[in-house]
């Protein structure tokens, strides 16, 4: 069965530190996508990777950078976190080998909260 | 570029009545549509998805959506709720060609009663 694992379900951070948010899929897929989640707004694309250590802006990714050494690890990081990240994080995969746009797998997402 | 529009923010129905969840879209270019649903504390999967082959499209657990070009929607419909179809549906729109982006839309919570 396909898995994306997100490290944390719940995580909560002071304003100013680093975080780090991890995840990681199982299936060999090309490209992986970092979304937060906001009541009223829905999902909002932060950053996206075609490939191992590739890597594009999304729509919103001020405050945010992202890092991807091997192909099943996409992690996001907060360089210095705001109360205004606070938010569900949810990451996701996709296999572009098939056909493009191919339907995207999520993990069960992070709950941050920063204060 | 592209966008979709969920008319709703809640929408509640009785269990065994039709669900009717509307998403108009705007794109510049043919498009891949889609729905996807996310229960409680979970990610969000796949219901079904458009991709030209034919208007009319099935989805999981009784689902389904016609694109109208006319009218540029692709709502949501089944025709007798149940009480497991409680849970948040999300429009998303992405280009055919090309790598290309999910554009998501902002999501309607579907609260089906006994």
């Known amino acids: 069965d396909v898995k994306v694992t997100q490290s944390s379900r719940y995580l909560v951070k002071r304003t100013g530190e680093k975080v780090f948010l991890e995840c990681v899929q199982d299936?060999?897929?090309?490209?992986m996508f970092w979304y937060r989640q906001d009541p009223g707004l829905g999902l909002r694309l932060i950053y996206f990777?075609?490939?191992?250590?590739?890597?594009e802006k999304g729509d919103i990714p001020e405050g945010y950078s992202v890092s991807r050494e091997k192909k099943e690890r996409f992690s996001l990081i907060l360089e210095s976190a705001s109360t205004n990240q606070t938010s569900m994080y949810l990451c996701?995969?996709?296999?572009?080998?098939?056909?493009?746009?191919?339907?995207?797998?999520f993990g069960s997402g992070t709950q941050l909260s920063v204060l | 570029a592209q966008s979709v529009t969920q008319l709703g923010s809640h929408v509640s129905v009785s269990e065994g009545a039709l669900v009717l969840l509307r998403c108009n879209y705007s794109?510049?270019?043919?498009?891949?549509l889609f729905w996807y649903v996310q229960y409680p504390n979970q990610g969000l999967q796949l219901l079904l998805k458009?991709?030209?082959?034919?208007?009319l499209v099935k989805g999981i657990n009784g689902f389904e959506a016609e694109f109208k070009k006319s009218e540029t929607s692709f709502h949501l419909t089944k025709p007798s709720a149940h009480m497991s179809d409680a849970a948040e549906y999300f429009c998303?729109?992405?280009?055919?060609?090309?790598?290309?982006?999910?554009?998501f839309g902002t999501g309607t919570r579907l609260l089906v009663s006994p």
């Open positions: 996701a995969s996709r296999d572009s080998r098939l056909t493009l746009n191919e339907k995207l797998f």
């Open positions: 299936m060999d897929h090309e490209n």
């Open positions: 990777s075609y490939d191992v250590k590739m890597k």
């Open positions: 794109s510049s270019v043919p498009p891949y």
């Open positions: 458009y991709t030209s082959a034919a208007t």
């Open positions: 998303a729109v992405s280009g055919i060609t090309g790598f290309q982006k999910l554009v």
